[in-house]
C-alpha cells in the first residue's frame, strides 16, 4: 500500500509546511538524508499550549505529538515530493514542556513514533529516538518535534 492510500484510511490529510517563525528553514536535505527542522504542536490551526505534569496530562501530550507527526509527513512530502521516496525514519528528537517532576515523555514522544511506524510501516517507520524534557519551548507550546528521514 502507498503511503498516501494509508494516510487516506487513516483519514489524515497532509498539511502544507507551515512558514519558519525565526531564522531557519523548514528542512535541508544532504545527499540522501533529509532534516527536518522542529516542529511545535498546534490544535485547530493555534499553538498548543501547556505544560506536562502541570496543565495537561500524558495522554494530551500524546495526542499533541500526534499532531506533530502529521505536520513532519506535510514537511516531508514538500521537501521530496513524494513520501514512497522515503526508505527510512532515521531519528525523532522530542522536546516535552513538561514540570520537574514529569516522567513520561517518552509515553508523549509515542504519540508521533507510533504514528510514524503505522503510516510508514514496522521496517521504515521504526526510528531511533530522544525524548526530552524541558523548562520551556517557544511559543509555550507543549511539545516539539524533528525529524530525519532517508530518501532514495
Known sequence: M???AKLSQ???TLPPV???AAAYVPFVQTDNLVFLSGHIAKKDGQVWVGQLGNNMATEE???????IAI???GTLHAAVGDLNRVKRIVKVMSLVNSTGTFTEQHLVTNGASELL???????????????FGVAQIPLGACVEIELIAEVA
Open 2 to 4: 502507498s503511503i498516501y
Open 10 to 12: 487513516l483519514g489524515i
Open 18 to 20: 507551515a512558514a519558519p
Open 61 to 67: 501530550g500524546k495526542a499533541a505529538a500526534r499532531a
Open 71 to 73: 505536520d513532519l509527513m
Open 117 to 131: 511506524g503505522e503510516v510508514f510501516g514496522p521496517e521504515k517507520g521504526a526510528h531511533a529516538r530522544s525524548a
